[in-house]
């Protein structure tokens, strides 16, 4: 698809997912070359359990970014929609952890770096989400369906992701 021809919504989950797929190969670090994960964010080399976090980490977030690329290019407007409205509400829940826990005094040096680096990418992605989200929303056909089937994630992974996190 040509991205001059797509809309503001399908370019925002297009941004988004490279960001996502970023953020996750940042998480799983070392074994695709990258800076440790420990190292990165606590100042420590990551062991075993804390690895392992990480790659699954970063696997959801990779898993969110190719979602968001895939109902970007192969569904419908409502859908596309819908999506954006969801990166939104999972930008707002991760606001509050960003505000809450990366304080220095609470998450350490490292800790607070990661988070400052997260809270930006958020706070962009929430104004740009908002402004796609301005030009209203369509009634879908099948809003739990969305693309023929409920395999599609855009609904039912990050929903679950994120009621998870919260939890944690």
């Given at each position: 698809?040509?991205?001059?021809?797509?809309?503001?919504?399908?370019?925002?989950?297009?941004?988004?997912?490279?960001?996502?797929?970023?953020?996750?190969?940042?998480?799983?670090?070392?074994?695709?070359?990258?800076?440790?994960?420990?190292?990165?964010f606590?100042?420590?080399?990551?062991?075993?359990?804390?690895?392992?976090?990480?790659?699954?980490?970063?696997?959801?977030?990779?898993?969110?970014?190719?979602?968001?690329?895939?109902?970007?290019?192969?569904?419908?407007?409502?859908m596309?929609?819908?999506?954006?409205?969801?990166n939104?509400?999972?930008?707002?829940?991760?606001?509050?952890?960003?505000?809450?826990?990366?304080?220095?005094?609470?998450?350490?040096?490292?800790?607070?770096?990661?988070?400052?680096?997260?809270?930006?990418?958020?706070?962009a992605?929430?104004?740009?989400?908002?402004?796609?989200?301005?030009?209203?929303?369509?009634?879908?056909?099948?809003?739990f369906?969305?693309?023929?089937?409920?395999t599609?994630g855009?609904?039912?992974?990050?929903?679950a992701?994120?009621?998870?996190?919260?939890?944690?």
């Open positions: 698809m040509d991205f001059k021809k797509m809309s503001k919504s399908q370019k925002t989950l297009c941004g988004t997912a490279l960001l996502y797929i970023a953020y996750g190969a940042m998480f799983i670090g070392a074994p695709l070359g990258l800076e440790d994960s420990g190292l990165k606590t100042g420590v080399k990551a062991g075993p359990i804390f690895q392992a976090a990480a790659n699954w980490g970063g696997i959801g977030a990779i898993f969110l970014g190719l979602d968001n690329i895939f109902v970007a290019l192969k569904c419908s407007k409502e596309i929609q819908r999506t954006v409205s969801l939104a509400i999972g930008c707002i829940i991760r606001l509050g952890v960003f505000i809450t826990a990366g304080s220095q005094k609470w998450g350490g040096v490292h800790v607070h770096k990661e988070y400052l680096q997260g809270l930006a990418i958020t706070v992605i929430l104004a740009v989400c908002i402004d796609c989200l301005r030009d209203g929303y369509g009634k879908a056909k099948h809003p369906m969305g693309c023929n089937s409920l599609h855009a609904l039912i992974v990050p929903t992701l994120m009621m998870i996190y919260i939890g944690m």
